[in-house]
């Protein structure tokens, strides 16, 4: 099945402890990206990644690191988390860019106390 | 910058009726999609239309875009109570920044049975 699959799906951490999010695809896309998803702003894009060992910020990249170093992984490093990053977070992929559709993972919810 | 607005921010109408929401963005763009997303869950895929096409049809979806506009709609037609959700357009930057995605803040619509 065509999925692209998350982990944890949900997280409570402390502040300054660091932490990754894990992302995976398995229908061998080139364009992946990470979203955090908080009421009232909608998602917001953080990282994106068009193919291996290629990535670029988004619109909210403080505080987060990515790496691409194999096409089905794109994890979501969280070197030092501060609660205004409890948020919603959502990995998606895509074929070919965003002028393909996206794919999205079921999200991992991560509260920072 | 949130390149895609939606409106209403929320809808609620009796199952049977249709259903219209809309998008308005900023910059050209290349495409313009709408996901759904239900509560807390992953966004799903519903259509993608591209700037040069003025409508597009699936099932009892119907999209339509506007470039001079700026504005995209979306019609549920004969809406059941199963199409509660999020709905959310999102945009890609135009040109050639395909790795780029922004969404909309999404209108939720409440389908009452």
């Known amino acids: 099945e065509a999925q692209v699959t998350q982990n944890p799906r949900y997280l409570i951490t402390v502040t300054g402890k660091k932490l990754t999010v894990t992302c995976s695809q398995n229908m061998n896309h080139e364009y992946m990206s990470w979203y955090r998803q908080d009421p009232g702003l909608g998602l917001r894009q953080i990282y994106y990644s068009m193919n291996v060992e290629v990535t670029d910020k988004g619109d909210v990249p403080e505080g987060y690191k990515v790496s691409r170093k194999e096409k089905r992984n794109f994890p979501l490093i969280l070197e030092s988390p501060s609660p205004n990053q409890t948020s919603l977070y959502f990995c998606a992929s895509s074929l070919f860019g965003w002028n393909t559709e996206a794919f999205f993972g079921q999200g991992t919810r991560l509260t920072v106390v | 910058s949130q390149q895609g607005e939606e409106d209403p921010q929320a809808l609620s109408i009796q199952e049977g009726e249709n259903a219209t929401m809309n998008c308005s963005y900023k910059?050209?763009?290349?495409?313009l999609q709408w996901y759904r997303q239900n509560s807390g869950r992953g966004l799903v895929h519903l259509i993608l239309?591209?700037?040069?096409?003025r409508e597009k049809h699936s099932g009892r979806l119907r999209v339509t875009l506007d470039t001079s506009k700026k504005s995209s709609s979306l019609l549920i037609t004969a809406s059941r109570a199963a199409d509660t959700a999020s709905y959310f357009c999102a945009t890609d930057a135009g040109g050639t920044s395909y790795g780029k995605l922004t969404f909309g803040q999404g209108t939720i619509l409440t389908v009452h049975p």
């Open positions: 239309i591209r700037s040069n096409e």
């Open positions: 910059t050209s763009i290349n495409n």
